[in-house]
T-cell receptor, first 112, second 115 residues
Framework: NAGVMQNPRHLVRRRGQEARLRCSPM?????VYWYRQLPEEGLKFMVY????????ESGMPKERFSAEFPKEGPSILRIQQVVRGDSAAYFC??????????FGPGTRLTVT | AQKITQTQPGMFVQEKEAVTLDCTYD???????LFWYKQPSSGEMIFLIY??????QNATEGRYSLNFQKARKSTNLVISASQLGDSAMYFC????????????FGTGTLLAVQP
């Protein structure tokens, strides 16, 4: 049973470009969470999704960021018109119900 | 609102000795869960141990154990017989169920195990 998968592992974008981060949850998990880790900080919750629904997006910046978890396929975190401050590690976690231990390896986004 | 505090930015420990990493939390919920994660320099988040608020016994998992003091709202991680591979960042997190289904993380403690 493969763990939570994220790709790409590293992503470099120039300012103003779009970044798309993908997360495939563990098999049988219908809950997905995205977290952001800025350099030298802990993880901060961004959004919680279930299949085709956004349950809690209280941690998402109001502009440029969006997330989806379609019926088929991975969850996508999309950042439009990236700025240098978006450089961070983005982690996805999945669970069958409550959150917990199943984190992906993260995507390290660098904005140049 | 819930809050997690890790007051030790960094810790040193000699190999084979035990070390305690502190974590205090603030919540008005009766039901909650507490997690510890390890983040090595490679960056992944590794789940270590979990304590439920209604668990009467301290959680243990191999060399990891929790000193859970509910009245003091603290859940300190004890690593016994430290190994060089234990050198990493350690994060404490609190989970609140219900509609707000997310983890709130502390700022972490950087542990360095010295030979």
């Amino acid at each position: 049973n493969a763990g939570v998968m994220q790709n790409p592992r590293h992503l470099v974008r120039r300012r103003g470009q779009e970044a798309r981060l993908r997360c495939s949850p563990m098999k049988g998990h219908s809950h997905v969470y995205w977290y952001r880790q800025l350099p030298e900080e802990g993880l901060k919750f961004m959004v919680y999704l279930q299949k085709e629904n956004i349950i809690d997006e209280s941690g998402m910046p109001k502009e440029r960021f969006s997330a989806e978890f379609p019926k088929e396929g991975p969850s996508i975190l999309r950042i439009q018109q990236v700025v240098r401050g978006d450089s961070a590690a983005y982690f996805c976690a999945s669970s069958p119900d409550s959150p917990g231990e199943y984190f992906g390896p993260g995507t390290r986004l660098t904005v140049t | 609102a819930q809050k997690i505090t890790q007051t030790q930015p960094g810790m040193f420990v000699q190999e084979k000795e035990a070390v305690t990493l502190d974590c205090t939390y603030d919540t008005s919920d009766q039901s909650y869960g507490l997690f510890w994660y390890k983040q090595p320099s490679s960056g992944e988040m590794i789940f270590l141990i979990y304590q439920g608020s209604y668990d009467e016994q301290n959680a243990t998992e191999g060399r990891y154990s929790l000193n859970f003091q509910k009245a003091r709202k603290s859940t300190n991680l004890v690593i016994s017989a430290s190994q060089l591979g234990d050198s990493a960042m350690y994060f404490c997190a609190i989970y609140r169920g219900g509609a707000t289904n997310k983890l709130i993380f502390g700022t972490g403690t950087l542990l360095a195990v010295q030979p």
